[in-house]
């Protein structure tokens, strides 16, 4: 059995030696692949398919196949298979390409490119959708989806606009539209959505239009959800003035992610001085020492910590709670008292000039 196992080693070993010096010795020449084609699969997302080209003499072991995406964004990468799965805006065209490859000891060897081409989307210029953003937020169970655009500074006023989105599978169509003054659809609302609660991976959104007028020209966009996930803002705020220190306490937003991937920022703004300070904390509670007779407001916000998530938006500031009393300082009752004194030694003045002013003096008549 051992010199069996032995045997079979030496054979794989003889194998690779004499491949190893086929690379050396002569010039490999290789076939592009064949049956090259780009088909739609979803939104924003392309199927490549080929074949390795079948007058490829003699057959190679270790062949791969080097993908480029030429456009919309540039992008090239290597693989055994025979198809490649890509994700990226279509309303422009794409178009890519793919050769055979072969890496041979210090050797390497490659086929001329074939290539494939989809059509950029139909259309009048002008007329596509702009400034298009999206923001989800998790209400109750549930992530939400808002997005907003503007309508295409060409389009006419018959337009009228469609929102559908993709994540993963799983593809919808807006139902619920807020319009402009000509009745056109500006923004969607989707309260309930299939997306990834704590924000990681891609959204495709695909926004079409119609008109009796001209050929509305579609827009394809991709947003990564941990750029476009709104958190929401900490809970059961509280605050309690003990002298001159505040101390602040709060839970954690309606989130999946746990109570340490949070940061928070803390707004206090003294009313009286018309100024804010903000703190960036970590936890759940904070404190600092304030002037108790100034009335102050605070509010707190939350965002995702990158070593949870990449990098998101902050949430909205929680509603504002207020702490401290606008008491008088001892300087704005002395001058109070100052100004009441001069007012009432103005009043008395006054007073005793009109009492001790003469008369007028009346004169005798002649008889």
């Not at 076939?31 to 924003?44: A, D, E, Q």
């Not at 794409?94 to 041979?104: D, P, R």
Request: contains cysteine; charged residues 20%.
């Amino acid at each position: 059995m051992i010199i069996m196992v032995i045997i079979f080693l030496f054979l794989i070993g003889s194998a690779v030696v004499l491949q190893t010096n086929s690379c050396l010795e002569k010039q490999i020449s290789l076939l592009p692949p064949v049956n090259f084609t780009v088909i739609v699969t979803g939104l924003s997302k392309v199927l490549l398919q080929w074949k390795p080209n079948p007058n490829q003499y003699p057959k190679i072991n270790g062949i791969k196949y080097k993908v480029r995406i030429n456009t919309p964004n540039e992008d090239d990468y290597e693989t055994q298979k025979t198809q490649s799965r890509s994700v990226s805006v279509l309303h422009q065209g794409f178009s890519a390409s793919v050769q055979t490859i072969l890496h041979c000891d210090s050797s390497f060897f490659q086929s001329s490119w074939v290539s494939a081409e989809l059509p950029a989307h139909p259309g009048a210029p002008g007329t596509s959708v702009t400034n298009l953003t999206c923001v989800t937020n998790i209400l109750r169970d549930d992530v939400s989806l808002r997005c907003t655009w503007f309508v295409g500074k060409n389009a006419p006023e018959d337009t009228q606009y469609f929102l559908f989105y993709r994540f993963d599978v799983y593809t919808e169509e807006c139902q619920e539209y807020r319009k402009d003054s000509w009745n056109r659809n500006i923004a969607c609302w989707f309260p309930k959505t299939a997306i990834d609660r704590q924000g990681r991976g891609q959204l495709a959104v695909h926004v079409n239009g119609s008109s009796k007028q001209i050929t509305i020209k579609p827009l394809d966009q991709l947003f990564d959800l941990h750029a476009i996930d709104q958190v929401n803002p900490p809970v059961n705020v509280t605050a309690k003035l003990e002298g001159n220190r505040l101390f602040i306490q709060w839970e954690k937003p309606v989130s999946n992610f746990p109570r340490q991937c949070f940061d928070y920022e803390v707004n206090i703004y003294n009313i009286r001085g018309d100024y804010s300070k903000i703190q960036k904390i970590q936890g759940n509670s904070f404190n600092l020492v304030i002037d108790p007779t100034c009335k102050h407001s605070l509010k707190i916000r939350a965002t995702v910590h990158f070593s949870c998530r990449k990098n998101g938006l902050w949430s909205e500031w929680s509603q504002p709670i207020y702490v401290g009393e606008d008491k008088p300082t001892q300087l704005t009752e002395w001058l109070l008292s100052v100004l009441m004194a001069t007012a009432c030694f103005l009043l008395l003045t006054l007073f005793f000039i009109c009492r001790i002013k003469p008369g007028p003096v009346k004169q005798k008549s002649k008889s």
